[in-house]
């Protein structure tokens, strides 16, 4: 069966049946002309959306459904850590090819129900529309945030720590080894985790929470969507500041090193232009910044302190490995036309 | 030039110098990774999202940008409106095919710019991605309702009058009018009339804010956009109840009269189940019913009675021009697939 055989109302109720997470904030979930929702005392409302397309975010070949429907919550969940917030309820759009199979949806919901389940929050409706050629997902994500508490991107001082979590590139590679049309050196396994990297990321919700229950004053924050050096460079835009980055205090996961050595491929434009690693970029003032680190690790929470905010507006400095300093700009990120 | 030789962040920054309309309850708007929002004291927030997509909601060949723009802004404002509230701020998602002028997007961000100032919400953020083929757009729109002020489409009960703002069938014989091979009879005036209809449908905001000022307790309220008999349908199924509904009283235009006779067209299918009116039908007791419709004359808003509530629950029966019973049941609405 088609999803042209099944009617639209059909499949809404079908799909709406997989749905189970719903805090009792909802007052009106799907089957209404809109959702209802009662927000929190002493919060600000922060909303984001992101669309993924087929063939141009992901290949059906390669990503299984499930995945793919935690995936589209995770970029979201992740926009919604850069800010700081907590995740409340989510519109989902479908845009359908016709000749997709219903169980495709089927799982697809699974995958976004699994991510509402573990990041508690609610998908309360959204859209279901054909789409004549690409099956495509549109999330619009809403959260709650404690008055005042929020980040941004634009706070960002001279003499502000940088810090990032998790690590860098993996994603990138992981996404290279599925494109690659000949297959990699080196361990099956480690290849493997390399592509969860890539279709299984971790929005950091959980550190960005730390970070405001700590009181850490995070003084800007971005999630690396479209790699480490584009989105500093939105950071010290909007604050109007440069950075020192520290090329061997960015955090790089053994993985990584393993499969670059075995297929000879150069690190850096992984590490510095890869995008989608979903880790949070942060800046915090130095007397902040103390102890964050083993903080971190305590609660099991990777984080790495990779460089300094300066006052030299725009300017990417990087201190190599080897001593010396490169101008960091040459690093593009993702762009999608 | 085309919207490939833009970069991303170039045609975003494009695209945000349009918008005009921020209203100081928006703390972040375009620019970070999530918009921020500073919710009003006693309110519940409600929120919709409609997308709409190239060949399958519109044609670009018969619809201007500045229609387009103003037109998916209207699809989402009805949905407002159909729960009594107001709406506050919208996330666009553009899904654009590489091969689109940019001026196209210019065009159709000034219309969407034109609704946002007309009915006082704000644009806040959104995402731009690519699309391989066809352009789409989606749209999340959230609004905010008085606390238990809102309606919902489960309190419809036997007895209550059943009512519908503005005319029926216009918008589908508009379409009809522009997919038709060869030229229809009857005045260019009218069939521009009825094609303005389709491409620039009104969101009933303020008949929807007059039901709530009004104190009318609305019992059971949804937005005509698969057909009359379609959206009644989901009121009744979701109240536990039926409907009658008198035929003659269903409120059509003179334009619709005038291409139907000129071309001898059944009026009876545009008006159940045309659809894309976006119209609002809505439900109250018989004592809050009471001279309702002229209230809504004397402010230049047109609103017609056009049945009441029965106990069968599912049915729809349908008293015709010449006094006869017929089940309604079969006006099927719009099915997406």
Not at 38 to 54: Q, S, W
Not at 62 to 91: C, H, R, W, Y
Request: hydrophobic fraction near 40%; proline fraction near 5%.
């Amino acid at each position: 069966m088609k999803t042209k055989d099944l009617g639209e109302f059909e499949l809404i109720a079908k799909l709406q049946s997989k749905l189970k997470h719903q805090s009792s904030q909802i007052l009106k979930s799907i089957g209404d002309d809109c959702s209802v929702f009662k927000p929190n005392k002493d919060v600000h409302l922060i909303a984001t959306c992101d669309a993924l397309v087929e063939t141009v975010h992901f290949d059906l070949k390669t990503i299984s459904p499930e995945l793919l429907g935690q995936k589209t919550m995770a970029v979201n969940l992740s926009d919604i850590a850069a800010m700081g917030g907590i995740p409340k309820f989510a519109l989902v759009t479908l845009g359908v090819s016709p000749n997709l199979p219903p169980k495709f949806l089927d799982k697809f919901y699974s995958g976004m129900n699994m991510a509402s389940e573990k990041y508690g929050f609610s998908i309360v409706g959204g859209d279901t529309v054909r789409s004549p050629k690409h099956f495509f997902v549109n999330v619009a994500l809403m959260g709650e945030a404690q008055k005042n508490c929020w980040f941004s991107r634009d706070g960002a001082k001279p003499g502000d720590k940088i810090f990032v979590t998790g690590s860098l590139g993996d994603s990138a590679l992981g996404l290279k080894i599925l494109q690659s049309p000949k297959k990699l050196n080196g361990p099956l396994k480690t290849q493997k985790y390399l592509i969860a990297r890539h279709q299984n990321p971790t929005p950091r919700l959980e550190e960005a929470c730390f970070l405001v229950k700590f009181d850490a004053q995070v003084t800007a924050a971005i999630d690396v969507s479209d790699g480490l050096i584009q989105d500093l460079r939105h950071i010290l835009k909007t604050s109007g500041v440069g950075a020192k980055i520290y090329e061997n205090s960015v955090p790089t996961s053994l993985e990584l090193a393993k499969i670059c050595k075995a297929n000879n491929l150069a690190k850096r434009p992984l590490i510095f232009s890869g995008g989608e690693d979903y880790e949070l970029l942060f800046t915090l003032r130095p007397e902040n910044a103390k102890n964050l680190v083993s903080r971190f690790f305590k609660r099991g929470m990777p984080l790495a302190e990779i460089g300094e905010i300066t006052s030299q507006t725009g300017k990417i400095l990087l201190e190599t490995n080897n001593g010396k300093i490169e101008d960091g700009s040459c690093f593009k990120g993702y762009n999608h036309f």
